[in-house]
Structures are given as structure tokens and as C-alpha cells.
């Protein structure tokens, strides 16, 4: 993966790149490769990993042996710069290449010399996000130095861009002296080595870089070796591409369940293509600029836009909110009668969801209802406008909420009961008689008896108690009233003997018995 290149950002820099003129984009290292060999004429230098078209290559190679400038390069290559390292015979080149579809397919890139060499090093440096569109991308080109103390030190530059990138190219020529292990630096400020290589003889190369947040002097390079032997180095600036300027970029809310919608592409001063991403899949998922509703919550929607030109790649963002589909929880309606406790009319509370989507069922609530009812046990049979509701506030669904819908409460007549009572033998007087009380429960309305005979004995119904012997039974009935039905008990038996006859007041005098019963 290319790696950020090292920023050193104060926050007046900061201020300043907003401030300044265009902003640029950030150019990144993409990769380095490196080779060195001995008594050889050239030297091939595998393509950095990850090489993409339109990517820079700087190639940093440096020899002993030969007392003739490089002038030549390989093919598709130009020379940027030559010079002596401190002394005849050794000589660095630099030389720049814009990638094509060839180069991402080549394995290795060769440079060298006509004849064989004592030595050559050297190294391949590939970055992104380089504004290609004239000399290669490379701003700026300083002035070669070389010397033979033990400190490298090329001459400043001035970038002219900001958040240009900084190279320091530099080269050893002595067996056995080395780049030490402190820092590169350029004005001081501290850069990032990409790549230090050896020959086993000698020459030595090496490249570091720093991103320059404002455009202006750099400042000269410092880079300690080993020994005081012959060096050389230069600094050059690369230029980035312009951020493009994109436009607002929003999106509408939604809510789980709504159908795909297509994206629309921010305004943009670059040409180069939006694609799209989502933050969170279980949200939304996008093909192309149609995303489709996964699942409520929110997902960030980035807009990147491709390089294109003298435009960086860019991007925005913005913050799709997907709302849960509302279900309503209905409460079941209930018939109960008069005097039906409470908890057992919210105890027995069921409720009905609707509003489900994407052939969804109840199978996604988690969690119990409760219900809560404005039914009391002394509310009247009749009464209209009681209710059940159902407490919501214990379900669960990923998806959905809840409303809660009442349900009705009809309340009914309770039932009322009622026994006769009373005494059940009665002995004929000639008056009515028979029993004419009862036991009742529920209902307050009037008690009326009803006298019927029974077994052989003919009687009624009647409301009127009987008076002749004989069997017969009593029904009492309660009569409705207004939260209770009325009853009529089971019959009660009961029986009037006939009375005992006593006869008085008759005498049989002067007659002999003779067996007849007529005097």
C-alpha cells in the first residue's frame, strides 16, 4: 500500500494552505525498489510495487568507472540532470518517467553504461497524486553539489506549490563509507528516508522526502555520512495535482422499507468519475449511485472522485439517516362482565402489529407488551369509551417502532344468583301458605315467587302461595337491573298436610246391636 507522506503541519500552516491561493492535493510515495552490482555495464531495477498508470518514477543512479557523462537513458526515459561525484570517473544521473500501460506490465527497468563498470547503484522511486502535465511533475530542479566532507549538502530550492514534495537525491562514492543512521533533513526540518543501497564496492545512493505545506525556500538539505569522502546530492520539488472542488452533496433521509434511490453527483471543477461507498452495508448498500435500504440507523455516503488531469482524487461525505418503519400495536378488544378484575382484563391483553414491510411479520418483535385500561371494576355494564392499551416500551425490533392503538372494552351484565329459602312442611290452616324469602347475589332488582304443584297435586303458576294440601315447589326470581342479569332459583319442594277432623255432638240411644249401621 502507498504510504502518507511525512507532514510536518503547524496549525498557521494549516491556515495558510486554506488561505493561499488553489488547495492541492497530497502527493503519496508509492514505492521504492533498489539494486547494485559490480564489474557490470548496467543494472536492472524491478518496477516498484504497485506502480499505476500516470505515476512519477525517479531513478537515481550513480556509478564508478567511467570517466564519460550518461548521456543516453532508457528508452521512454528523460534525463533530468548529470554530474561528477566530487572526482572523474564517477558520475550520478537523474531521470524521470511518467508510467504507461507498458511500464505497469515490465518487470524491471535497466540503466547503466556502454562499458562495464566498477560499480553502480541506484534506486527507483514511484509516487501518486503528481500534476504529470509538464516536465514530468517536477517543479523545481536544483543545483547540484558535491564535496568530500563528511556531510552531504545540496543546495536549497524554492518550491513554487504548496504541498509540493521535497526530494533529496543523494550519492556516495568511496568503498566502505555509508549514509549514517541520523536523519535526513532539508532546512532543518526532518524528512523520510525511502531508500539507502550499497554497491559491494562502491558507489552508494539514497532518497528521502518531505512534503513543503507552504510554497517557498526550502532551505539546504543535510545528510551525515560516515566518512569525509566524495558525495553529491541535489533537491528537487515535485508538483501535486489541484484537489478538485466539489460541490454540496446530500442525501435525502429515508425510512426502512422505502425503495432504492439513485445518488446524485456533487458539482466538481474536475471531469474525473464519482464512485461510491457506504460506511455501514447493514444500512445501506450501494451499486453504482443506486443504494438500497438495508436496515435502520446511519451510514456515511462518500462521493470520491478520481484524478483527472491537473484534479486529484477528492471526496466528500454525506450522512444518510434511515428511519425504523412505524408499526402499530393494536390492542385486542375484550368483552368482560361487570366486576371483572382489573388484572384479569390486562392480564389477558393481546395486541395485533401492523405495518410491517419487506414481507416481515411479528416474528421480529422481541419483548412482552403490558396494557394499562381505564376499566374499573365499578365501571357500568353499557358503558361506552373503555379502553385497552398496550404499553409498548418493552418491545424491540431492529427496524421498527412503536405506537401503541387502543382496543375497546365492552362490559356486560354480570350474572346474578339466587336460592328460595324458607320452610318446606306446612299443615292446612285454610290460609295461604308457603315459603317467601330468598338468598341473592348480584342483582338489586325485585324478588317475585312463583307456586306451582307437584305429583298429583294441581296448582299454578302463580305468584299467589297455595292453600289446599298438597305438593308443590317455589321458583324465586331476581329481577335485572343495571349491571346485573337477573336469576331464577332452583325450585325449593315443600308440602301442606291436611289437617286432623274432629267430630262432636252425636249420641245413639235404645237400639240394640243387630249389625246395621241405621238405627
Do not use: H
Amino acid at each position: 500500500m502507498p504510504k502518507p507522506l511525512q507532514l510536518r503541519l503547524g496549525v498557521f500552516m494549516v491556515l495558510c494552505l486554506f488561505f493561499m491561493g488553489n488547495a492541492f492535493g497530497q502527493i503519496t510515495l508509492v514505492n521504492s525498489q533498489t539494486n547494485s552490482n559490480a564489474t557490470v555495464a548496467s543494472l536492472a531495477i524491478n518496477k516498484p510495487t504497485g506502480l499505476a498508470i500516470g505515476n512519477l518514477m525517479i531513478a537515481n543512479i550513480t556509478n564508478r568507472g567511467t570517466a564519460s557523462d550518461p548521456t543516453t537513458v532508457p528508452s521512454g526515459w528523460t534525463k533530468l540532470t548529470s554530474y561528477l561525484v566530487a572526482s572523474a570517473g564517477r558520475w550520478a544521473y537523474i531521470a524521470y518517467k511518467v508510467a504507461d500501460i507498458s511500464d505497469v506490465a515490465a518487470t524491471t527497468f535497466t540503466f547503466g553504461w556502454a562499458a562495464n563498470q566498477t560499480g553502480i547503484a541506484g534506486g527507483i522511486t514511484a509516487f501518486s497524486g503528481v500534476n504529470t502535465t509538464t516536465t514530468g511533475g517536477i517543479e523545481v530542479t536544483g543545483t547540484f553539489a558535491t564535496n568530500t566532507t563528511a556531510t552531504i549538502i545540496p543546495t536549497t530550492i524554492t518550491t513554487l506549490t504548496n504541498n509540493a514534495v521535497v526530494l533529496f537525491l543523494a550519492q556516495i562514492s568511496n568503498i566502505g563509507t555509508t549514509f549514517t543512521a541520523g536523519n535526513w533533513t532539508v532546512g532543518g526540518n526532518t524528512m523520510t528516508q525511502s531508500y539507502v543501497v550499497y554497491s559491494s564496492v562502491e558507489p552508494s545512493a539514497g532518497l528521502a522526502y518531505l512534503n513543503q505545506v507552504t510554497a517557498g525556500a526550502t532551505g539546504a538539505g543535510s545528510k551525515a555520512i560516515s566518512a569525509s569522502q566524495r558525495w553529491g546530492g541535489i533537491l528537487l520539488s515535485l508538483k501535486p495535482l489541484i484537489a478538485p472542488t466539489i460541490g454540496s452533496f446530500t442525501v435525502p433521509s429515508k425510512t426502512y422499507g422505502d425503495a432504492p434511490f439513485n445518488l446524485t453527483a456533487p458539482s466538481s471543477n474536475s471531469s474525473g468519475a464519482f464512485t461510491y461507498t457506504s460506511s455501514n452495508t447493514s444500512v445501506a448498500t450501494i451499486s453504482g449511485t443506486t443504494v438500497t435500504i438495508v436496515g435502520a440507523g446511519t451510514s456515511t455516503i462518500t462521493a470520491t472522485q478520481a484524478a483527472n488531469g491537473i484534479y486529484s482524487s477528492g471526496s466528500t461525505t454525506a450522512t444518510l439517516t434511515v428511519a425504523k418503519a412505524p408499526l402499530t400495536i393494536t390492542a385486542a378488544n375484550q368483552s368482560v362482565s361487570y366486576g371483572t378484575a382489573v388484572a384479569t382484563v390486562t392480564g389477558a391483553g393481546t395486541y395485533t402489529p401492523t405495518g410491517f414491510v419487506n414481507s416481515e411479520t411479528a416474528s421480529v418483535i422481541g419483548g412482552t407488551a403490558t396494557y394499562s385500561t381505564t376499566y374499573t371494576t365499578i365501571t357500568s355494564a353499557g358503558t361506552v369509551g373503555v379502553t385497552i392499551t398496550p404499553i409498548v416500551t418493552s418491545l424491540t425490533a431492529t427496524n421498527y417502532s412503536f405506537s401503541a392503538a387502543n382496543g375497546t372494552i365492552t362490559i356486560t351484565k354480570a350474572n346474578s344468583t339466587i336460592t328460595a329459602t324458607g320452610t318446606t312442611s306446612y299443615t292446612y290452616t285454610g290460609l295461604i301458605q308457603g315459603p317467601a324469602t330468598s338468598n341473592v347475589t348480584g342483582s338489586t332488582g325485585a324478588v317475585t315467587y312463583s307456586y306451582s304443584g307437584t305429583g298429583g297435586t294441581t296448582y299454578g303458576p302463580s305468584s299467589t302461595r297455595p292453600v289446599n294440601a298438597g305438593t308443590y315447589q317455589v321458583e324465586a326470581t331476581v329481577a335485572t337491573d343495571t349491571n346485573y342479569n337477573g336469576a331464577t332459583s332452583t325450585p325449593l319442594a315443600f308440602t301442606i298436610a291436611t289437617a286432623p277432623l274432629t267430630i262432636t255432638g252425636l249420641t245413639a240411644d235404645n237400639k240394640a246391636y243387630d249389625g246395621n249401621t241405621i238405627a
